[in-house]
């Protein structure tokens, strides 16, 4: 059976294979509404996150713009002192709501995006170490990867971050604070990758365009960027924008414990930190908004993350 | 079997060790704990003398061993920021976290299976399919936001719940519980179903696929075909058999509530070890941090270890295989 089926790597035109691939990949897309929705949410968010200072009618961060008799404006009423309107309504120092959320959206989605592409790429390289190497390599990274595999993920990154702000001299904290984050989440997830990326070097390893390579003398290096990694990176794209959403809500829950991003670079979790100590005098749009952006941003992108894997994925169709 | 047991035993002691080496370095290296514990005023012959009564003079083995050795007792040092023994910090606050953690756990288990068996059973139901919605969201739903709703829900519109706390305790023998009030049994209801709500969808997704794949065998079919009753069918042989994979996958997910507890207790403002290890990253309270993570570890491990001999004692095709990987 198999001997009749040359190998089908050796002869594979990848422009072509990319080609149908897409359109079998435009095909699955169009006809998942669910997918074409979540797509939608998550392009608009990421753009309002990346153009926030075009898009936002203020600038929070700009003390000079703030007026303190704005604070606490209900949304889309004029304030009782100034008459000015505010979409979403303003917070307590009179900052427009809807502002904060954007550019606040670009922290988390910044924090989000950063961490799972350290995660990524160190759970590649390790990966493919652990998978192409073998031996002592793959016995001590797995190892390391199963026992952090013990720990929930947030607590591991809590205490990278605990640890990184002993270090760091306290003028630097706040400054340090979101690349800290970035490391703690990223080295917090690593090991998604690393499994993953692992388990299909070994069986991409003993096929014989890999063994083909090694008899042309190209180095272990070549093989394993060139060759390999290639062919195990589609299983790697559906756990990236699953990561993707789980980081997202790390960094918002480390924000939201007040260990994560400062007050001077609100990210939405701070936001909601902040807006939590509202809820009771009556100003749920300081909470509310942020929260439901939050959520739709998380949502979408887990929805597009499980459609992925499922569109990449035939045989679970 | 004998082999199997010592290995993972001594595999969980190295982890064990490992962490702790993590914990004792972040105590040494993080920070100067002389720093620390001496205040503004101190003299030369004070901070010599601290550093022989800490034994920071010693070789650094020596230290460690120092550290394991105080660990094994319950004495990791005195909490920077409260000027207490951690240990007695952590025994005044555990039965808050223990009591939320034992009804999460309840209700996860409990109205996890039951909602897994039910959707499985009406597997094309309107309210199967609506459960099945619902539960992906709360998938998506960060833990504390979850939190903040059912507060905002039936704390501020609704006023029917306490929205902190842990209402009037009653002492036991040193262990203050909550469930004996009735404001604790009421301050008891938002955290438990904040912080079980993660675990109840997980527990009842995983009851139904199990189940679904189940009832597509062949000796369900002959059960059937015996003309047993549909209930007999379900639950006495259906869900008999998807049990050993939510056993084990239960068991880990306890240990996932102790270390969400963080969350819920954070925005419940529960007063247990949660917050208390917060609080202690908030303000690198170096002790407090170690003690919690050797805590956790040890807790973490050993129900791995529990759950990797009992799911090894209840499923014997793993013993073939194991024995025949090595």
């Known amino acids: 059976m198999s001997d009749t089926s040359l190998p089908k790597h050796s002869v594979k035109d990848p422009s072509r294979l990319r080609l149908a691939l897409q359109s079998d990949f435009a095909y699955q897309f169009k006809r998942s509404p669910v997918a074409v929705v ?29 007026n303190l008799m704005n604070g606490f404006s209900a949304p889309m009423a004029p304030n009782a002192f100034t008459g000015d309107v505010f979409w979403l309504g303003t917070d307590d120092q009179g900052r427009d709501v809807f502002s904060t959320i954007l ?48 720990f929930p993920a947030i607590l591991v990154a809590m205490l990278i971050f605990g640890v990184a702000k002993g270090i760091t001299p306290v003028e630097y904290r706040d400054q340090m604070a979101i690349w800290v984050l970035i490391v703690a989440i990223g080295l917090s997830d690593w090991v998604q990758f690393a499994r993953v990326v692992r388990g299909a070097t070994l069986v991409e390893k003993n096929k014989e365009y890999v063994q083909a390579a090694r008899l042309i003398g190209r ?19 559906v756990i990236a924008t699953i990561s993707l959403a789980l980081a997202i809500i790390a960094e918002a829950t480390l924000s939201f414990l007040g260990v994560g991003a400062p007050p001077t670079q609100p990210s939405l979790g701070t936001l909601i930190r902040v807006g939590q100590s509202f809820l009771f005098s009556g100003e749920w749009w300081i909470l509310l908004f942020p929260a439901g952006t939050l959520l ?20 679970l169709r | ?25 972040m105590f040494r290296f993080v920070g100067d704990p002389i720093d620390n514990m001496l205040g503004q005023e101190r003299t030369q012959a004070d901070i010599e003398r601290l550093r022989v009564v800490l034994g920071l003079d010693k070789p650094f083995v020596v230290q460690y061993y120092k550290f394991l050795e105080g660990a094994v007792q319950g004495n990791f040092g005195v909490s920077y920021r409260q000027g207490r023994p951690v240990s007695e910090i952590l025994i005044e606050r555990a039965p808050a976290t223990l009591e939320l953690a034992a009804v999460s756990g309840f209700l996860a288990i409990s109205i996890g299976i039951a909602l897994g068996v039910f959707t499985a059973i009406r597997r094309n139901g309107f309210a199967a399919n609506a459960i099945m919605s619902i539960s992906l969201i709360g998938v998506s739903l960060p833990t504390f936001l979850i939190g903040i709703l059912l507060i905002y829900l039936f704390s501020v519109e609704l006023g029917w719940l306490p929205s902190f706390g842990r209402g009037d305790t009653v002492d036991i023998g040193g262990w203050s519980t909550g469930f004996l009030t009735e404001t604790g049994l009421r301050a008891l209801v938002l955290p438990s179903i904040t912080l079980g709500l993660y675990q109840m969808t997980l ?13 597509r065998q062949d000796y369900i079919r002959f059960a059937r075909a015996r003309g047993l009753r549909e209930r007999a069918v379900n639950f006495r042989h259906a869900l008999k058999n998807t049990l050993v994979p939510v056993i084990t996958v239960t068991g ?21 070890v949660g917050l208390l290890f917060i609080n202690a990253i908030q303000f690198v309270d170096i002790p407090v941090m170690a003690a919690y993570l050797m805590l956790i570890s040890v807790m973490f491990v050993s129900i791995n270890l529990v759950v990797d001999l009992l799911y090894f004692a209840i499923d014997p095709r793993l013993r073939a295989d194991r024995t025949g990987a090595q």
Do not use: C, K
């Open chain 1, 103 to 150: 550019y606040g959206m670009r922290i988390s989605l910044f924090v989000g995006a950063a961490a799972v592409l350290f995660a990524m790429v160190l759970g590649i390289t390790l990966g493919l170490l652990a998978g192409y190497v073998g031996g002592w390599t793959e016995t001590i990274i797995m190892r390391v990867a199963d026992v952090q595999l013990t």
């Open chain 2, 252 to 272: 880990l997910q306890l240990g996932s509530i102790i270390a969400f507890a963080i969350i819920t207790e954070t925005v419940f403002q529960w007063p247990g």
């Open chain 2, 203 to 215: 527990i009842m997704r995983l009851v139904r696929s199990e189940m679904l794949e189940v009832l």
């Open chain 1, 219 to 237: 180095t272990s290096p070549a093989i394993m960027l060139r060759h390999i990694l290639p062919n195990v990176l589609s299983p790697v794209l």
């Open chain 1, 38 to 66: 979540s797509f939608a949410v998550t392009v608009i968010l990421v753009l309002g996150a990346i153009f926030a200072p075009l898009i936002a009618p203020y600038n929070p961060f700009d003390p000079a713009s703030l």
């Open chain 1, 296 to 315: 739709s941003l998380a949502l979408s992108v887990n929805l597009l993350g499980d459609w992925l894997r499922d569109a990449l994925n035939p045989r």
């Open chain 2, 1 to 25: 079997m004998l082999a199997y047991i010592i290995q993972r035993v001594a595999q969980s002691a190295l982890v064990l060790l490992i962490v702790g080496l993590v914990a004792f370095s």
